[in-house]
T-cell receptor, first 114, second 113 residues
Framework: KAGVTQTPRYLIKTRGQQVTLSCSPI?????VSWYQQTPGQGLQFLFE???????NKGNFPGRFSGRQFSNSRSEMNVSTLELGDSALYLC?????????????FGEGSRLTVL | GENVEQHPSTLSVQEGDSAVIKCTYS??????FPWYKQELGKGPQLIID?????GEKKDQRIAVTLNKTAKHFSLHITETQPEDSAVYFC????????????FGKGTSLLVTP
């Protein structure tokens, strides 16, 4: 069974630009979550999608957005990039048995903002 | 919101020794406490989890204990091996937050031969 796939793995952007990251969950998983990982703040929850609906959202500004498609694939977008947005963005999928359970993480997309 | 604190931030042990990592949480409504291991260049991977109706759980060399009254939980690794070297994260969440995990800042564990 293929794991969670994130693309691109690495990207470099400049301040003010926008970026879109993609995540393909494990087949059959309908829940997709996104986390930002930085050395200073650690792992922080961005949002979670289930059946194309945002189910939870973390404390990030509106520049961070996401969506989920009918095939459960998800994208997240960051607009008007700032230097502080440089981070590893991790996507995780879950088979959602109705209560919190195991998250299967991808290897992440490493974003560098110059 | 939930605040999870994790200690120590770094831990070095000799192969065969035990390692203990401790976490505290602030939200008494939290009822799910997973531990993730992250190796260099990879995403975190679940190694063990515990729910609030259980005080202790063990899986081979790994065990987790939970003290709901004191709001802390710990990860115990016995007979450590060099391949246990990684960053370990504790997390907490409650049913109402779905898969929104609140992570600790991580512990970098080094097991020396």
């Amino acid at each position: 069974k293929a794991g969670v796939t994130q693309t691109p793995r690495y990207l470099i952007k400049t301040r003010g630009q926008q970026v879109t990251l993609s995540c393909s969950p494990i087949s059959g998983h309908r829940s997709v979550s996104w986390y930002q990982q930085t050395p200073g703040q650690g792992l922080q929850f961005l949002f979670e999608y289930f059946s194309e609906t945002q189910r939870n959202k973390g404390n990030f500004p509106g520049r961070f957005s996401g969506r989920q498609f009918s095939n459960s694939r998800s994208e997240m977008n960051v607009s008007t990039l700032e230097l502080g947005d440089s981070a590893l963005y991790l996507c995780a999928s879950s088979n959602d048995r109705g209560s919190p359970g195991e998250l299967f993480f991808g290897e992440g997309s490493r974003l560098t903002v110059l | 919101g939930e605040n999870v604190e994790q200690h120590p931030s770094t831990l070095s042990v000799q192969e065969g020794d035990s390692a203990v990592i401790k976490c505290t949480y602030s939200d008494s409504a939290s009822n799910y406490f997973p531990w993730y291991k992250q190796e260099l260049g990879k995403g975190p991977q679940l190694i063990i989890d515990i729910r609030s109706n259980v005080g202790e759980k063990k899986d081979q060399r790994i065990a987790v204990t939970l003290n709901k009254t004191a709001k802390h939980f710990s990860l115990h690794i016995t007979e450590t091996q060099p391949e246990d070297s990684a960053v370990y994260f504790c997390a907490a969440s409650h049913s109402n937050s779905g898969y929104a995990l609140n992570f600790g800042k991580g512990t970098s564990l080094l097991v020396t031969p």
